[in-house]
């Protein structure tokens, strides 16, 4: 069996380090040596570049990609009961928040093709008690966000974007208008976890949004609920990016357009690969949206996907499943769901047979030859 000659990874964190270390190494000094290590300059001057760079007319800095999603449910003032539409294949996060603030996921199917929500599945789902919808921009590209906000705003129904996996993305209105992924909903939530399309090196997160009370809200609940040091107007959590992680994501932040480039010519190279390999389903690109290859997703057809992956890592590839289980089928959500069913057809269909590949910014023509090679190989030994 041929071995792998490449230290095949899901990210390589550390060749996209060692790019730009004379910066960071630079700017985390410069950090630790001013000793403003919360709240200091360097996290307002990145919140004011993502401002900038997102469009939006405020961001406000959290502790992670969680925070950021429970922060957002608190700010709308909802109450315990109310339902909140989420789709049930996403990770976990999405809907953890919903349960812990005591509110109800309401958990609905997704479209096969694009693996998001749509405004029909949304309109389909929505009761009398029903106040917020969590769209999730999964793997890397937009929901088709205009008509889903249309169907929200009929509804009378806050939409808070889960923008973790798709930051950088871009969504075009029908009428020419292009924006930013999560700079669309009332609320969008991003994660800085370091494996993520923009990550620090630790954890960390934010909120945006374009309203001038949600802004303000959003910074106090993430505060203590502080107006000013020591009056509380709100309950409120701790939740802060610190000055390192703020001072390394404004570097990043400046290549983040390329990285996602990168990360888009890896995702063409292995949908040539794969062109005519009709076991396989290459990732669907919404005509609405960029995309940003978060991940790099395949439908493998036939129940064949766990011996695809066993397969490919005997050969050293790695591969990873998002997400082997439906949000339903979870333990824990069994009875904080408002509603109940057997199965939501398409998230179960998928929980069995996606496969997401490697996919990062420093991937090499070599390494995704030895992959795609590897993959067409296993069909080749098996009957048709
Ligand atoms: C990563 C992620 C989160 C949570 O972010 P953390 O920073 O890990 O808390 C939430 N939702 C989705 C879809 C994610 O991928």
Redesign the pocket.
Known sequence: MEKATHNLQMVDLKGQYEKIQAEIDAAVLDVIRSTAFINGPKVREFQANMERYLGVKHVIPCA????A?QIALMALGLEPGDEVIVPAF??V??AEVIALLHLRPLMVDVDPDTFNVTAEIIEQAITPRTKAVVP?N?FGQSCDMEPIMEVARRHKLWVVE?N??AIGADYTFSDGQRRKTGAIGHIGCT???PS?NLGAYG???AMYTNDDELGPRLHMIANHGQVKRYYHDLIGVNSRLDSIQAAILDIKLRHLDDYAAARRAAAGYYDQAFAGLEQVQTPVRHPRSTHVFHQYTLIVKDGQRDALQAYLQERGVPTMIYYPVPLYEQKAYINAMANSFDKLPVTDYLCRSVLSLPIHTEMEESALQYITDAVKAFFKSRPK
């Open positions: 992670n990609g969680t925070d999603l996403t990770y996060a999405t999730v999964l889960d973790a996996q994660s800085f976890y993520k954890d960390g997160g």
